[in-house]
């Protein structure tokens, strides 16, 4: 009985983690086939990025890592805000939060550019590597790893995230700076870039 009591939170998070792998994998299927339904419709993303940044906040303020958000209130984008909300924002902000080390920051950022709205996430943690970075939409090849305080990942979440912005009719970009351990200190990190696209009534004033 105490050895299970010992072992009980790992036994714990790996449940947790298969499940999620088993959620993550049917949303996508379901995606593909044309199950799922997304009604696309104008949403602030000033909106759905705040309410995200609190979904996470609890996460963010066990690893003392900081989460800044700048968004314009005036900028919409076309998506189904659920998705965008729960599989799309809380994904790429988790994935941030993960690589990060304790102490450092995490931005969120909104704007225009051309005739899209634009959301980057960047951190300043371990960076990705260049294989992983290669095939980090894959779904076939393994691409998960620990982040800088043990976190598990199922390797599914980039895939699936990349799904749904494409099912909005959006892009995804990520460029990466792997941490280099013989010199610490020069920059490193991630950010993506998510480019939506916007209202039409909104579409006169991009810049």
């Keep these: 009985y105490e050895m299970y009591k010992n072992c009980k939170p790992d ?4 449940a947790e ?3 999620e792998v088993i959620d993550l994998v049917r949303k996508m299927r379901a995606l593909e086939e044309g199950k799922i339904a997304l009604r696309l419709q104008p949403c602030s993303l000033a909106k759905l990025l705040n309410d995200s940044a609190m979904m996470v906040r609890t996460k963010y303020a066990a690893k003392k890592v900081s989460l800044l958000v700048e968004a314009d209130a005036s900028i919409m984008a076309l998506v189904e805000p659920a998705s965008f909300l729960n599989t799309v ?6 994935n941030a939060l993960k690589f990060s080390f304790p102490e450092a920051k995490v931005h969120i950022r909104t704007f225009k550019h051309r005739s899209n709205a634009v959301v980057t996430v960047t951190d300043y943690g371990v960076g990705i590597p260049k294989k992983i970075l290669d095939i980090i939409f894959d779904v076939g090849r393994p691409t998960s790893r620990e982040g800088t305080a043990g976190e598990v990942g199922t390797g599914f979440g980039m895939p699936l995230v990349k799904r749904f912005v494409e099912a909005y009719g959006g892009s995804i970009t990520i460029s990466s700076k792997e941490m280099n351990a013989d010199k610490p200190s ?3 990190g991630t950010e993506v ?3 939506l696209p916007i209202p039409v009534t909104d579409a006169k004033s991009a810049v």
């Design 193 to 195: 870039r998510i480019e």
């Design 186 to 188: 020069c920059e490193h």
């Design 17 to 19: 983690n298969g499940m």
């Design 11 to 14: 036994i714990l998070a790996v």
């Design 89 to 94: 924002l809380n994904n790429l902000l988790t």
